[in-house]
């Protein structure tokens, strides 16, 4: 038998995919999600499983998995029925109101991270306000060490930049609570109380890890040049100049000078300007159907394409929103109850119906040497 430093082993070098197929691995999986000392305390109290209380919590593990071992099956549904009765306790507990917490989100007007510093805060301000080459002048022709500069820049600049990023962070956070409770729920959804990493609950007994996302603007711009058609930015930029409307062509960010060309057609509200957002809404109501029709390619892209600090090859489930009216805002569908609500509801009812092949997902991710395979699968919420 696979024993507990295997599974271990499994979980440490993200071979997660061994877990997928086998009772013991998922047994150990959900001991693994129940891994903290007060919640493996209660269970084994409230079962009247005789270990060790004075072992560490690594050793309590090990020992727990040894003796639930002896009857996979029955240890399973233990578990399964500890963990829905603690999490139906945590949420009566916190006594989390749902509607008082949408009306709290929808209070959030606009959604700016500001600056590039999304994952990072404290490098994006260093090296904006305090790490500046001698050799760049500041405002007023000061030296880049100058005290008064800095001082004169918090109102302006650095206040903003840090409530933004606050009130984006509790943006995702909260939206993300509202959005594991739907998934929590459902009945064939068990959630992995312990906050284990990689998972965020398993439906009908797989593992998965819940990824909130948009349709991204660089799957876009890939599918645009595999049919042939001009980046975005570019195209708007030459219809604008047909239009003779000015635009800021030394802005710093590409999305700052696409959205003002697009306000600015929006405001002329003419033919020509009309016809030019109706193409670009088409061309990308067209990708969005194709990533619909074909959900695997766009969970490889993901897979593919996610950050190095935060790789990883689990299962996963990607919930991805898109309003087709306007994609930049995409960000206030995970508030928006109505149609989250019955469109994930609807996913887990049928889920028992999807084969474990299709939703099988090989990909390759530069630097590592290794082809990785997980079970994945894409939601789309589609306003």
Not at 20 to 46: A, E, P, T
Not at 170 to 196: K, M, R
Not at 277 to 302: C, G, N, R, T
Request: proline letters at 3%; glycine letters at 2%.
């Amino acid at each position: 038998m696979k024993d507990f430093n295997y599974w271990k082993k499994c979980y440490e070098s993200q071979q997660l995919e061994e877990f997928n197929d086998d009772d013991i691995g998922l047994l150990w999986l959900k001991i693994k999600s129940i891994g903290r000392v007060d919640i493996i305390k209660s269970f084994i109290d409230k079962n009247n499983i005789n270990i060790n209380q004075k072992l560490n919590l690594e050793k309590k593990f090990e020992e727990l998995f040894i003796f639930l071992c002896k009857d996979i099956e029955h240890s399973n549904k233990l578990l399964d029925n500890y963990i829905k009765l603690h999490h139906k306790y945590q949420v009566d507990e916190n006594n989390l109101d749902i509607k008082q917490l949408v009306s709290e989100l929808d209070k959030l007007e606009s959604f700016n991270w500001g600056g590039d510093y999304r994952n990072s805060l404290d490098k994006y301000l260093i090296s904006q306000y305090v790490k500046i080459p001698l050799i760049k002048r500041l405002p007023d022709h000061a030296p880049s060490f100058s005290y008064d500069v800095l001082d004169s820049r918090f109102e302006k600049y650095i206040n903003i930049a840090v409530k933004n990023y606050v009130l984006s962070s509790w943006y995702n956070h909260w939206s993300s609570i509202l959005i594991e409770n739907i998934f929590t729920s459902h009945p064939c959804v068990l959630p992995a109380v312990g906050q284990i990493k990689s998972v965020d609950f398993f439906i009908n007994d797989i593992p998965f890890d819940l990824k909130v996302t948009y349709l991204p603007v660089e799957y876009i711009k890939l599918k645009r040049k595999e049919k042939g058609l001009p980046v975005e930015l570019t195209f708007l930029k030459k219809k604008a100049a047909e239009a003779n409307i000015n635009f800021d062509e030394k802005a710093k960010k590409k999305s700052d000078t696409y959205h003002e060309i697009v306000e600015k057609m929006k405001d002329r509200n003419d033919d020509f300007c009309n016809s030019v957002l109706s193409v670009l809404k088409k061309e990308k109501l067209q990708i969005l159907k194709e990533a619909q029709s074909h959900p695997k390619m766009l969970a490889k892209w993901l897979y593919e394409k996610q950050g190095e600090m935060r790789f990883g090859s689990e299962n996963r489930l990607f919930l991805v929103l898109v309003d087709s009216e306007d994609f930049t805002g995409s960000w206030k569908l995970k508030r928006n109850l109505d149609l989250l609500n019955p469109t994930i509801t609807q996913y887990l009812d049928d889920f028992k119906n999807k084969k474990i092949e299709d939703l099988k997902v090989t990909f390759a991710y530069e630097g590592k040497s290794q082809i990785f395979t997980a079970l994945a699968d894409v939601i789309f919420v589609v306003k």
